[in-house]
């Protein structure tokens, strides 16, 4: 009788179990190998994300599928390829035929807000979101990269959603380490939002795809230091989370949509253009400190992954898998390689890649080359890149 009486309780808790709710934190144009707990051979880069990858299961060998910000986005939201999706580069599709995670939480009685990339998350815009957390309580503007202001967002969100009587479902994408980078001196005056701390050009680590330099230097200290500011805001963010009194009840999914935004890193296909510090926090579920270093996981992954963790049928179609089970500490298989593909960047200038990869090689096929074409790269830009040229110029070999 006794045991008859606790499976009748236990179900009857389970059936009035809180919903969990879903936060998902990006960080916008960081290499996996700036962040401490994923080997940034720099010390004190990331002291927030490091913090809550030792509460958390990271993902040694996750990836996003494109190296550029709208494509991968849409990817991480639809479960679907970018070909497939329809999102190939930085414009507006209209009916593309598929369920955003936006439409998809929203049917399940989710509260959905995004901060940040609100025009680079979904196919078109203005789109269904609940809220827009880019406007902050009192009315005025966020400002990319000011920290404080996403923990107010986050805040907002969570009690926006509390006052619906819904669980949540927020997108927080944090601007940094994308340029402009922090810069001693912005415009006419000091660059307001100053990171925590400051590196210089002699500490920093250069990637082995990259010359060691004194103005490549330069440009890696600015990109190291938004790297900080980015974790200082991905403290704020979840700070607001500790005191919203939710977090015992909130997945949590840190991420990176791509590469550092230097040459041979972004819009590429290369390892380190789409390896990501993917990092899931399930209280309760995974084990503090844990790393997969077994299983390959990737952008496509993501929605129906989300979807298993709330409960919700994935649609007819989708190109992904989810990983839950991983999640849940348990193998699988068919986690051997991923694929990714490439497109364009904004501008629309066409320059097709694709690739399939495993934890030790990477294939790379680029149709758009043949011997005479420049890629249009979005590191042109860059001092680092326009270093480069100078340098090849006066190498006579």
Not at 35 to 59: E, H, Y
Not at 70 to 85: E, T
Not at 200 to 224: H, M, N, Q, S, W
Not at 290 to 302: F, N, T, Y
Request: hydrophobic share 40%.
């Amino acid at each position: 009788m006794k045991h008859i009486l606790f499976i009748l309780l236990f179900f009857t808790v389970s059936l009035h179990a809180a919903p969990v709710n879903i936060l998902i934190i990006t960080v916008d144009d960081m290499s996996a190998d700036s962040v401490g707990a994923f080997d940034c051979k720099l010390p004190g880069t990331t002291p927030n994300i490091d913090r809550l990858a030792g509460q958390s299961l990271s993902f040694a060998h996750a990836h996003m599928t494109v190296g550029n910000c709208m494509p991968g986005r849409n990817v991480m939201f639809s479960g679907l390829i970018s070909h497939n999706n329809k999102v190939e580069g930085f414009y507006q599709v209209r009916n593309p035929g598929w369920p955003h995670l936006v439409d998809l939480m929203k049917e399940a009685g989710y509260f959905t807000g995004i901060r940040g990339k609100a025009s680079h998350s979904t196919p078109y815009q203005p789109y269904a979101w609940d809220i827009n957390l880019d406007t902050l309580p009192d009315g005025a503007g966020a400002h990319s990269k000011d920290a404080q202001s996403y923990g107010t967002s986050t805040a907002h969100g969570i009690a926006k959603a509390k006052a619906a009587g819904k669980p949540f479902c927020l997108s927080v994408n944090v601007s940094d380490p994308h340029k402009p980078f922090w810069s001693v001196v912005k415009g006419d005056g000091k660059d307001p939002h100053v990171p925590s701390r400051i590196f210089t050009a002699g500490e920093v680590p250069i990637p082995g795809f990259l010359f060691d330099d004194p103005k490549v230097r330069e440009e890696l200290a600015l990109y190291y230091s938004s790297v900080r500011r980015a974790d200082d805001c991905v403290g704020e963010i979840l700070k607001a989370l500790d005191a919203s009194g939710e977090a015992s009840n909130t997945v949590v999914m840190f991420l990176s949509d791509h590469g550092m935004p230097l040459p041979f890193a972004k819009t590429q296909l290369y390892h380190h253009s789409t390896h990501t510090p993917w990092i899931v926090r399930w209280p309760g579920v995974t084990r503090d400190g844990a790393v997969d270093g077994k299983h390959m996981i990737s952008a496509v992954d993501m929605l129906p992954t989300l979807l298993d963790i709330v409960g919700v049928k994935h649609p007819a179609r989708l190109d992904g898998r989810s990983f839950l089970s991983l999640i849940r500490g348990n193998t699988q298989t068919g986690r051997d390689y991923i694929f990714k593909e490439y497109n364009e960047n904004a501008g629309a200038s066409r320059d097709p890649m694709r690739a399939v990869q495993n934890k030790r090689y990477l294939y790379i096929f680029n149709p758009w080359s043949n011997g005479n074409r420049v890629f249009a790269t979005a590191t042109t830009v860059t001092a680092t890149y326009r270093r480069l040229v100078s340098l090849a110029k006066q190498d006579k070999r």
